[in-house]
């Protein structure tokens, strides 16, 4: 099956800085990959996602890049702020959402 | 709007009990997933279902049973708890693309 492996598992950036978030996966037959944000307390919530004939999507100060050969895509958020601070989990579906395989997760924070 | 409710956020179970987790979800969405989350060790599925009476093992389900009568409603069963399987359980449905989660049960088996 599926392997998706997250790093780093936890991140610090300044508020302003960007942080960027590396997942890789092992299925060549893996062709969306789903973002998650997950608050303190509350349940995971999509915040992008990106398809496998597509490099790159950019939502407002996220923007996520996709590099098939290399099986590995990263999460990048530019001018962070506090409210930024959750766990975010990257996802690979074989399926395009029938199937879903969860990195580990990265918890970041955002200093004021 | 979206909903996945699961029935209890919070549950204290004893070692050999039979436990129920219940997920029902409002969107007519064919697939629906448990998920186990541990800190450091992210999402990890248990079990998921295609459709009505159907089922298939993710990577843990051992432990666990599923079932699924109704469209709408996916059971997780723990058959005998054990304290390992202390933590928090995420019900999840999805069509084609967004899996839309529940609000998560913390279970501790005591």
């Known amino acids: 099956g599926e392997n998706v492996e997250q790093h780093p598992s936890t991140l610090s950036v300044q508020e302003g800085d960007s942080a960027v978030i590396k997942c890789t996966y092992s299925d060549s037959a893996s062709n969306y990959f789903p973002w998650y944000k997950q608050e303190l307390g509350k349940r995971p919530q999509l915040i992008i996602d990106i398809r496998s004939n597509v490099g790159e999507k950019k939502d407002q100060r996220i923007a996520v890049t996709l590099n098939k050969t290399a099986k590995h895509f990263s999460l990048h958020i530019t001018e962070t702020q506090p409210e930024d601070s959750a766990v975010y989990f990257c996802?690979?579906?074989?399926?395009?959402?029938?199937?879903?395989?969860f990195g580990t997760g990265t918890s970041l924070t955002v200093i004021p | 709007d979206v909903k996945v409710t699961q029935s209890s956020r919070y549950l204290v179970k004893r070692t050999g009990e039979k436990v129920f987790l219940e997920c029902v979800q409002d969107?007519?969405?064919?697939?629906m997933f448990w998920y186990r989350q541990d800190p450091g060790l992210g999402l990890r599925l248990i079990y998921f279902s295609y459709d009505v009476k159907m089922k298939e093992k993710g990577d843990i389900p051992e432990g666990y049973s599923v079932s699924r009568e109704k469209k709408e409603r996916f059971s997780l069963i723990l058959e005998s708890a054990s304290t390992n399987q202390t933590s928090m359980y995420l019900c999840?449905?999805?069509?084609?693309?967004?899996?839309?989660f529940g609000q998560g049960t913390r279970l501790t088996v005591v």
């Open positions: 969107m007519d969405h064919e697939n």
């Open positions: 996802a690979a579906s074989p399926n395009t959402g029938n199937q879903f395989y």
């Open positions: 999840a449905a999805s069509l084609y693309t967004e899996a839309f």
